[in-house]
Antibody, heavy 126, light 107 residues
Framework: EVELVESGGGLAQPGGSLRLSCAAS????????MNWVRQAPGKGLEWVSY????????YYADSVKGRFTISRDNARNSLYLQMSSLRDEDTAVYYC???????????????????WGQGTLVAVSS | AIRMTQSPSSFSASTGDRVTITCRAS??????LAWYQQKPGKAPNLLIY???TLQSGVPSRFSGSGSGTDFTLTISCLQSEDFATYYC?????????FGGGTKVEIK
């Protein structure tokens, strides 16, 4: 059974840092691209960042570019999001999501983000 | 970035109703569109990808159609467990973008 479990959320001050983790199990982690998606309280979904299976392709939303860094450790079946220079507007539940695309290219017969974690809450406040 | 516009943003319906949600892309995205269902306090759940392909395990009362810029999600016979918020997502190009959501409430 595919499982994604996020951790590392919590309260941070504006300008501070947090590191989120996503532990994957039940599938060959090294074969899949991954994403971070966030949802501010009472709001819709916002894509944050993408990393391909080999880490060769990485994308960021303009809202986090230069402040957040996505990475992965295929040996540990883990995905990470290093968040720095945090702002109030970064307050959200952060989800990791599996992506069947390959380096941003849609694989025929697949699409969308097929598995999501339960989310971890990041609250930025002084 | 490609803008995704969903309509309506919310509506009320009754169990057994046929409901349709629309999603419009600001530019053509072929069939690179997915639909998700999200219930309060839960992660989104993939319902449909490639505009019309049902994800494994999703009930057949859900269907999707469209290509290019205009897409629809239809629930043929609304069940109690279908009251939720629905999002469309384009994955034609990064940044992937989501629609604003459509909340389906009980009438």
């Amino acid at each position: 059974e595919v499982e994604l479990v996020e951790s590392g959320g919590g309260l941070a001050q504006p300008g501070g840092s947090l590191r989120l983790s996503c532990a994957a199990s039940g599938f060959t982690f090294s074969s899949y691209s991954m994403n971070w998606v966030r949802q501010a309280p009472g709001k819709g979904l916002e894509w944050v960042s993408y990393i391909s299976s080999s880490s060769s392709t990485i994308y960021y939303a303009d809202s986090v570019k230069g402040r957040f860094t996505i990475s992965r450790d295929n040996a540990r079946n883990s995905l990470y999001l290093q968040m720095s220079s945090l702002r109030d507007e970064d307050t959200a539940v952060y989800y990791c999501a599996r992506d069947p695309s390959d380096a941003g290219i849609v694989v025929p017969g697949t699409g969308g983000f097929d598995y999501w974690g339960q989310g971890t809450l990041v609250a930025v406040s002084s | 970035a490609i803008r995704m516009t969903q309509s309506p943003s919310s509506f009320s319906a009754s169990t057994g109703d046929r409901v349709t949600i629309t999603c419009r892309a600001s530019q053509g995205i072929s069939s690179y569109l997915a639909w998700y269902q999200q219930k309060p306090g839960k992660a989104p759940n993939l319902l449909i990808y490639a505009a019309s392909t049902l994800q494994s395990g999703v009930p057949s009362r859900f269907s999707g159609s469209g290509s290019g810029t205009d897409f629809t999600l239809t629930i043929s016979c609304l069940q109690s467990e279908d009251f939720a918020t629905y999002y469309c997502q384009q994955y034609d190009s990064y940044p992937v973008t989501f629609g604003g959501g459509t909340k389906v409430e009980i009438k």
